[in-house]
């Protein structure tokens, strides 16, 4: 007999992992489609002017998540659950949190060792942590690249892990993130 578990996150936190997904998910596809652009066009400078400001945005709900996490707990897995799927289930988590931050950190780093300002949103030019710097640029670029490949990677695997429970362990784990 399965165990259906009624636990769910709150709104306001399904409402913030759904967006980042969707922006996570924009952020990526738009990544690949602007570095294939040969050259500099007008086209090109305007996808990486969005690829920022979906990344920072990101960064920001990212932030908003954090501190709603902080005073809502998660649901409890539900008791089917095998200590070493929890385990899995938390590093995973975890992992997304720390790639969600990197990514975008990796990105603006990368923007301003380019000697490129980031401007979000056409309105708000964040501040310069670090000058141009030849020698970092094609390394944050590697990093940043690296990074997103690693989420890619993590993002597959939660989507695989949400739909085995819901197919397979049919336990309602992902019911919790469902409206």
Known sequence: MRTINSARYTYTAMAIHWMVALLIVCAFTLGLVMTDIPGLTPTKLRYFSWHKWLGVTVLLLAVLRVLWRLFHPTPPYPPTMKPWEKLAANSLHGLLYVLIFAVPLSGYFYSLASGVKV???????????????????????????????????????????????QFIDRDGVLRRMLP
Do not use: R, S
Not at 136 to 141: A, G, I, Q, Y
Not at 142 to 159: D, E, Q, R, T
């Open 119 to 165: 401007v979000y949103l056409g309105l708000v030019e964040l501040p310069a942590l670090i000058g141009p710097d030849p020698e970092l640029k094609p390394v944050l670029k590697a990093v940043h690249y690296w990074l997103n490949m690693l989420l890619a990677g993590c993002v597959g695997i939660h989507v695989a892990a949400a739909l085995k429970h």
